[in-house]
Nanobody
Framework: VQLQASGGGLVQAGGSLRLSCAAS????????MGWYRQAPGKQRELVAS???????NYADSVLGRFTISRDNAKNTVYLQMNSLKPEDTAVYYC??????????WGKGTQVTVSS
């Protein structure tokens, strides 16, 4: 299983970042994919998801600012993050979206938004 997130960094409030996640073809092709984040002292939360037909869903906190997309040929899912806020600071992970907590989590990517 491969779930490799990248693209994080330090950005000022109002800035943008684009995250990428390369996933194993075996899980990418049959499951909805999502971007999760976990801030210090908080539970991991799902912020955006995308189905195999590219329909999307977003958490209220990122709606209108984040855009999730996928490239099925590359088994890659992206998260374009605009108008970033300090409260978006977290480690971001990609994973499948299923009715239970996935057992495997790849290495996330740190996003830090300064005020």
């Amino acid at each position: 299983v491969q779930l490799q997130a990248s693209g994080g960094g330090l950005v000022q409030a109002g800035g943008s970042l684009r995250l990428s996640c390369a996933a194993s073809g075996s899980i990418f092709s049959i499951n909805p994919m999502g971007w999760y984040r976990q801030a210090p002292g908080k539970q991991r939360e799902l912020v955006a998801s995308i189905n195999s037909d590219s329909t999307t869903n977003y958490a209220d906190s990122v709606l209108g600012r984040f855009t999730i997309s996928r490239d099925n040929a590359k088994n890659t899912v992206y998260l374009q993050m605009n108008s970033l806020k300090p409260e978006d600071t977290a480690v971001y992970y990609c994973n499948i979206v299923v009715p239970f907590v996935p057992a495997y989590w790849g290495k996330g990517t740190q996003v830090t938004v300064s005020s």
